[in-house]
């Protein structure tokens, strides 16, 4: 089969590789019909067959062509579900690791009642505002934390699972559902926690 394509400005017909070898489209295949022309231009490539003008549709991408593509659009799935569920501002993101700090601080001392402003800064301001103790902000704050590493452990293990699940399925139909299998139950996950 020798494949060609056709240069748009000049009507001009030029092989190309197919599998790494060059084949000359042979005199006897000009001109090109402008059925042909027409069809190639618009988008529908044509080859030349050896008899005639075909229509041309690429091959197949191999396998792990397939499972890159599916893994990679999978993983931008998880991280953007992960963003939704985490911080992107640093400044914040450091606030809350000093809540949780705090708020770990706080439960180890066994909770006490009188606290100063300067020793506890996060939980004297946070609960009254929210009409909690200092112990029920303290708590929800420590459960809140490790809601969310549970959640990052789920993400990163699901990320790992596409790069075994994804090639192990039989064909792109099945890899898809194995990737959007995974990036659901991290969904499922962002969600509860969300709750």
């Known amino acids: 089969m020798k494949y060609a394509t056709i240069e748009p400005s000049s009507g001009h017909i ?3 590789y197919d599998d790494r070898i060059h084949h000359d489209i042979p005199d006897d295949a000009l001109p090109i019909s402008e059925e042909d022309w027409q069809a190639h231009i618009a988008g529908n490539a044509r080859y030349w067959d050896g008899a005639g003008w075909a229509p041309f549709t690429p091959p197949p991408d191999p396998p792990e062509v397939i499972d890159a593509r599916i893994i ?6 998880i991280d953007a579900i992960a963003d939704q569920v985490y911080t992107i501002s640093v ?3 450091a606030r809350y690791e000093r809540k949780y700090a705090e708020a770990e601080r706080y439960r180890a001392a066994g909770y ?7 020793e506890y800064p996060f939980l ?3 609960a009254p505002v929210r009409g909690l103790t200092k112990r029920q902000l303290a708590d929800a ?3 809140a934390a490790q809601g969310y590493e549970a959640f990052a452990a789920l993400a990163e293990a699901k990320r790992v699972q596409l790069k075994t699940d994804v090639p192990a399925a039989a064909d792109e139909a099945a890899k898809q559902a194995a990737a ?3 990036v659901s139950e991290v969904q499922q996950a962002a969600q509860a926690l969300q709750q």
């Open 180 to 182: 959007d299998a995974l």
């Open 124 to 126: 004297t301001a946070e």
């Open 141 to 143: 704050i420590i459960a």
């Open 14 to 16: 030029t092989g190309f």
């Open 91 to 93: 400044s914040r993101g």
């Open 112 to 118: 006490p009642g009188t606290v100063s402003a300067q």
């Open 72 to 77: 990679a659009a999978a993983e931008r799935q």
